[in-house]
DNA sequence: GCCGACAAGATTGTCAACAATCTCGTTGTC
DNA sequence: GACAACGAGATTGTTGACAATCTTGTCGGC
């Protein structure tokens, strides 16, 4: 929102910036799947014009975060449980081969720092920082996906990330699966130390599938409460 | 440009109808990569408006596949041979788990039906009828994916191919490479037909590994000419 | 009370005119 | 001839007004 607010003194936010905007909103809970995005409400937030806010709309909606129908407007997209699935079954593919290609070519700096945040999040295990974690955990998996050295992936994932962002925080990152996901990226990284590909790949193809099955149980007591 | 005209009639073609003609031109090489796209131009050719045009552009920038500079206008971005490397491996990755999925789940009829593309691009190789072959190509791939069951994969394999298309038809899709590919497809049924999961998804890799292979060798041919 | 027809307001779709910026050829100078 | 300043034409950016459609609330009939 600063951003968008700064670039307001000169000439107004760009459709980039208000796509960022509402990417941010739609991560941070503040817009939940089907509501609608009244177009005035986003000029009146963002300082943009209509015309940018649709070009916006189009923008997200080529990436699958919003849906657009005739004279409907836009409402953010949810993902069903079987696209979720779907999408980490892609995720567990993608990162897997990440895995293995930083254990390829990595260097002993990039590891180390891949160990350090490693450590950080296990202490935030022990003082139950489960919001801190998460960042933690982007930046892990960021770090690893660009030393692998494929833009390509890394902006692939960072797609298949956002519509299930906001069921993390609050529900995903709590407890017992917060140490889960610690071990496996020691795991991981034990791994790639021993800058063993597959081991590494293996680890973390279960590392992704272990957060699906998390959420499937999840999703499973939910359905159980009706 | 059928469908576009055909809905002229009515009120003109919308921004995902203009998206889809820009989408095919680029495919079909009328555009190449670093070409402007001018706005009137596609308004003459389309039909649509100035605004719909613009739509369709922000779309197909959120895909990757123009690029959008201010009061410059719209080009074709072309990918590097690193980028393509990249896509490449993405795709196998996520192609390799959708033979891996599809030799799970599906039915016979589905197999036979793949069975049957593949005898016809084997026909296609001995007839030397590189347009068809490519065709039938993309059909296979397409069932396998939809026989897997990811929606989500197969939306993005789509699109992953898009900007490498044009470099397929008159360079890939010619003589010895058919060859090989044929016999990559019979190589993944085999695994198939013997409901091997992992041998399905290796052969698969494999297959989208060899594409990139000769697409590599060609880009340093290309390079020894200058 | 329930339900459909209707109307007013809200919201989105479309367009055309104008402003801002870029492109490229021209001109003048050295 | 090389080069920079200039300017006309081309192209894109922005805005506001109006049309088309949806949404919601109201009214009357049953």
Redesign the pocket.
């Given at each position: 929102m600063e951003a968008a607010i700064e670039k307001l003194a000169k000439?107004?936010p760009?459709?980039s910036h208000i796509a960022d905007w509402i990417r941010s909103q739609i991560r941070g809970n503040r817009l939940v799947p089907g509501q609608?995005?009244?177009?005035?409400?986003i000029i009146r937030q963002t300082g943009?014009?209509?015309?940018?806010v649709?070009?916006a709309?189009q923008r997200l909606a080529a990436e699958g975060l919003l849906e657009?129908?005739?004279?409907?407007?836009?409402r953010v997209r949810g993902a069903s449980m079987d696209e979720v699935r779907q999408l980490y079954r892609a995720r567990a593919a993608l990162e897997a081969l990440c895995a293995a290609d930083f254990t390829r070519k990595a260097s002993d700096e990039e590891i180390a720092r891949l160990g350090e945040i490693a450590r950080q999040m296990e202490e935030c295990v022990e003082s139950e920082q489960p919001q801190e974690f998460g960042k933690l955990n982007a930046e892990w998996h960021t770090l690893l996906m660009r030393g692998a050295g494929n833009a390509v992936i890394e902006d692939m994932v960072r797609r298949l990330n956002t519509p299930v962002h906001h069921l993390l925080f609050g529900t995903f990152y709590r407890g017992e699966r917060l140490r889960e996901a610690a071990r496996d990226h020691r795991r991981i990284l034990d791994a790639i130390e021993a800058r063993n590909p597959d081991g590494a790949e293996c680890e973390m193809r279960a590392h992704v599938e272990n957060g699906l099955s998390f959420l499937s149980e999840l999703d499973r007591a939910v359905h159980l409460e009706d």
């Open positions: 000439r107004g760009s459709a609608r995005l009244v177009e005035v409400d943009g014009s209509r015309f940018k649709r070009e709309y657009i129908e005739e004279y409907r407007g836009a």
